[in-house]
């Protein structure tokens, strides 16, 4: 079993800037990709990023190409997602997730076996 905890979340003004973590705990934490994923009310889980076991690669939706950055820190078993230039429409609960792999990092949440509670993020206009 994995555990994961997410932290860092908050309310922001439009333009500002958060740090999500994700600590992992568990089995080790060097085989697994990570994924960060969001939820909006009334909205389906959309994919946010996602970093390879060995953090050489990662993928970014659309979305937030160019203002969210994830990273991991292995060795301490954590996991980033810096966001910048926050929007209001970024505004959802984040999760990560942890799927036991050494290729890429998948988009898809089904195939995620791990998952976080969740850390609300809220951007004001």
């Known amino acids: 079993q994995v555990q994961l905890v997410e932290s860092g979340g908050g309310l922001v003004q439009a333009g500002g800037s958060l740090r999500l973590s994700c600590t992992a705990s568990?089995?080790?934490?060097?085989?697994?990709?990570m994924g960060w994923f969001r939820q909006a009310p009334g909205k389906e889980r959309e994919f946010v990023g996602a970093?390879?076991?060995?953090?050489?690669?990662?993928v970014d939706a659309d979305s937030v190409q160019g203002r969210f950055t994830i990273s991991r820190d292995t060795p301490k078993n954590m996991v980033y997602l810096q966001m910048n230039s926050l929007k209001p429409e970024d505004t959802a609960v984040y999760y990560c997730?942890?799927?036991?792999?050494?290729?890429?990092?998948?988009?898809?949440?089904?195939?995620?076996?791990?998952w976080g509670q969740g850390t609300q993020v809220t951007v004001s206009s």
């Open positions: 997730a942890a799927v036991r792999t050494y290729g890429s990092a998948p988009k898809s949440s089904d195939s995620y076996n791990y």
């Open positions: 568990g089995r080790p934490f060097s085989n697994y990709a």
């Open positions: 970093i390879s076991w060995g953090g050489s690669r990662t």
